[in-house]
């Protein structure tokens, strides 16, 4: 708190105090007692600016004290947990009101977990549920031969979309859900391959891998899940000038190992190359395609962001889209 700021708010008290004095003034000077007007003036004086700089020095150092605390606190709202006793009535009226302002705020954050986490039982339930139907009709497609090849791109749509429901529910409580473990890269790669195996067949994709045999310290389900949005990725923005391919490579580093899928789609607008793994940024792909939810590599980047991993894009429009994984090296697990 300022003084100059101090010293306005207390404009209108600082009015009514010299009003009093010169009242007194005037009545002194009237019954002729010059010499005790000088007196009063003195002791009026002196008495109001021990009054003033007493409250404002108490009143400072309790506000440079509230600010140095919420300043080092990275939890903010534990303020009225880390707060002195108060010392007068402003104060205490002050936290009291912040002390229950937070009581309130534990309590609606209490609830929010409690309601979202039913919220996230509920879906996964439902998942699970609803991914047997959809496992039972891809198989009779699959059985049916060609009649029901028909139906199996719009089957695996659904199914891929229940399975975004599903990891996008988990991500925000991944930690609870994931083993970390040496992992081999080829071997996620091939079962996220392997699930995406009718698309990549029916469009005569063609896969060049290499380094894949290199092993990184992650969770196979949730790489698993991460390749499988790459592919769908690279299905659905695909090139119709050329045979879609892709490209997928590692390299081992002193500190890290990386790994490069690149495709020869459609590629990424500069524009929107910035954005791309925002939350339900579709970009101008998106909204030229409308199977695009902008979904898929936000939930990418929050399980690497959680895994511990980074990820990133570089692309030219009309030629190729490359999404860069770094994977950090753990010498003491690694074995």
Request: glycine share 8%; net charge negative.
């Amino acid at each position: 708190m300022s003084f100059m700021r101090f010293f306005r708010d207390r404009l209108p008290a600082i009015g009514l105090y010299t009003l009093a004095w010169a009242m007194v003034m005037i009545f002194i000077i009237a019954d002729g007692c010059r010499t005790s007007a000088a007196a009063v003036t003195v002791i009026f004086i002196t008495a109001g600016l021990c009054i003033f700089f007493w409250d404002f020095l108490r009143k400072r150092r309790f506000y440079c004290e509230v600010n140095a605390a919420i300043e080092g606190l990275e939890k903010k709202y534990l303020i009225s947990e880390v707060m002195e006793a108060p010392e007068f009535a402003e104060e205490e009226i002050l936290c009291r009101v912040m002390s229950e302002a937070c009581r309130s705020m534990y309590e609606t954050v209490a609830e929010c977990r409690r309601s979202s986490g039913e919220f996230r039982e509920f879906i996964e339930l439902w998942v699970h549920e609803v991914k047997l139907p959809v496992a039972g009709m891809m198989l009779m497609c699959h059985n049916d031969g060609k009649s029901g090849g028909k139906y199996l791109p719009l089957i695996k749509r659904m199914d891929d979309c229940i399975e975004n429901v599903l990891f996008y529910a988990r991500s925000e409580n991944a930690e609870k859900d994931y083993i970390i473990k040496e992992t081999a890269l080829g071997k996620a790669f091939g079962a996220a391959a392997n699930r995406n195996r009718d698309e990549l067949q029916q469009r005569g994709t063609v896969i060049n891998t290499s380094g894949l045999e290199l092993k990184v310290m992650t969770d196979g389900k949730w790489l698993e899940y991460i390749f499988g949005q790459l592919i769908g990725n690279s299905m659905k923005y695909f090139s119709p000038d050329r045979t879609p391919e892709l490209n997928v490579w590692a390299e081992e580093n002193s500190d890290s190992t990386t790994l490069h899928f690149r495709d020869n789609g459609i590629g990424i607008a500069a524009s929107d190359l910035p954005y791309i793994f925002g939350k339900s940024y579709t970009g101008q792909n998106g909204r030229e395609r409308a199977r695009s939810t902008g979904m898929g590599l936000y939930i990418v980047r929050s399980l690497c962001q959680r895994l511990g991993h980074s990820v990133r894009a570089e692309s030219v429009q009309g030629e190729y889209t490359e999404i860069i994984l770094t994977f950090g090296r753990n010498d003491l697990y690694m074995t």
